[in-house]
C-alpha cells in the first residue's frame, strides 16, 4: 500500500508534472506535418496518465476524501474520479460586479436594468443574446455593431471593478477545491467566459495552479452554455467517462450544460441564482454538504 500511496500522489493532476500535456495537445493545431506527428505521440501519453490514474484511484479508494458513508452527496463523490467546475458564481463571486457594469454600460445607450430583469434574463446567458434582449425590450435599436460597443465597455467596467475592490474568492469552495487537490482528484474548469479572464481571475485569487484543464467558451469554437459543448470537451481532456464526473454549477444554464453532456451535476444556487427552477435531475445543494461529503 506505502508503494500505491506514492504512485497515488505522483499521478495527482499536479501541474509539475502534467500540465503540459493538455496544453500542447490544445495548441498544436496546424496542419504542420511535425506538430501532426507531435500529437500523435502526446495525446496517447495523456490517455495513459488519465488511464493509470483511474487505476490507482480504485486501489486506493478508500481514502476518507473520496468515500464517506452518511452524507447524502458521499455515494456522488465516491463514484467520481474528475470534478468540473465553473467559474462565475461557484469560485468567483463575481455576479455583483457583472451586474453593476452590465448596468452602467447599459445606462449609456439609455437602456435600463433591473435587478430582477437581470436574474431572469441575463445572468449567465450568452451576451448578446441578453443585450439584443434588453435592446428590445427597451425599444433600442441594435446590431452587430452596437453589440460589440456596449460589451467591451461591460468589460472595461466590471475589471475596473475588480482592480478596485479585488477579486472575490468564494472561501467555502476554495477550501473544496484544495482539500480535492490534495487527495488526487482530477479537476477542470468549464467556463463560457473568454479564457483570458478564466486565467486572469484564477490567478488573482491563486487558484490557477489547481486547475491544470481550463476550458472556456472561446475555444474550439464551442458552443455556450446551455449547449453541452464546453462540458464534452471538458471530458474528453480529461479522459474519464462523464457519468464517473461530477459538475459544480450555480445557474440554471450550466446545470443543463452539464447534464446534456452526461455529467451529474450539484447545483449551488447563489443570491443571483436562488430563484432558478433546476432540473430534477440536478442536486440542489449547498458548500457546507459538499465539503462534509467529500
Known amino acids: ?3 500505491f500511496m506514492r504512485c497515488f500522489r505522483f499521478m495527482r493532476c499536479d501541474r509539475t508534472y502534467v ?7 490544445r495548441l ?5 506535418p511535425t506538430k501532426r506527428r507531435v500529437k500523435q505521440i502526446v495525446r496517447p501519453l495523456w490517455r495513459i496518465f488519465c488511464g493509470y490514474r483511474c487505476v490507482l484511484l480504485r486501489i486506493c479508494h478508500n481514502i476518507p476524501s473520496m468515500k464517506k458513508q452518511g452524507a447524502d452527496l458521499s455515494t456522488v463523490f465516491a463514484d467520481a474520479y474528475a470534478v468540473i467546475w ?3 458564481g461557484v469560485l468567483i463571486d463575481s455576479e455583483s460586479y457583472h451586474f453593476a457594469a452590465h448596468v452602467s454600460a447599459l445606462a449609456e445607450f439609455d437602456v435600463p436594468l433591473t435587478e430582477d430583469y437581470y436574474k431572469e434574463y441575463g445572468v449567465a446567458v450568452d451576451p448578446q443574446q441578453f443585450y439584443k434582449k434588453a435592446f428590445a425590450s427597451a425599444g433600442k435599436p441594435f446590431d452587430d455593431r452596437i453589440f460589440l460597443k456596449a460589451h467591451y465597455r461591460k468589460i472595461a467596467l466590471y475589471q475596473k471593478s475588480q482592480r478596485e475592490q479585488g477579486i472575490k474568492l468564494i472561501a467555502p469552495a476554495a477550501t473544496i477545491v484544495k482539500r480535492l487537490y490534495n487527495n488526487g482528484v482530477l479537476m477542470a474548469i468549464a467556463s463560457q467566459v473568454d479564457r483570458e479572464e478564466v486565467t486572469r481571475n484564477l490567478r488573482g485569487t ?8 481550463v476550458v472556456s467558451g472561446g475555444d474550439f469554437g464551442l458552443k455556450k452554455k446551455p449547449a453541452p459543448d464546453i462540458y464534452n470537451k471538458a471530458v474528453e481532456i480529461l479522459n474519464v467517462e462523464p457519468e464517473k464526473c461530477v459538475a459544480i454549477e450555480d445557474s440554471l444554464v ?6 446534456a453532456a452526461g455529467v451529474p451535476c450539484l447545483a449551488v444556487p447563489n443570491a443571483f441564482t436562488r430563484h432558478q427552477k433546476f432540473p430534477d435531475e440536478a442536486i440542489i445543494t449547498d458548500f457546507s454538504a459538499i465539503a462534509t461529503a467529500i
Open 1 to 3: 500500500m506505502h508503494v
Open 19 to 25: 500540465l503540459w500535456i493538455p496544453i500542447t495537445i
Open 28 to 32: 498544436l493545431k496546424a496542419d504542420d
Open 86 to 88: 465553473d467559474m462565475d
Open 206 to 213: 491563486g487558484l490557477l495552479e489547481f486547475f491544470p484543464i
Open 254 to 259: 450550466g446545470v443543463k450544460s452539464a447534464l
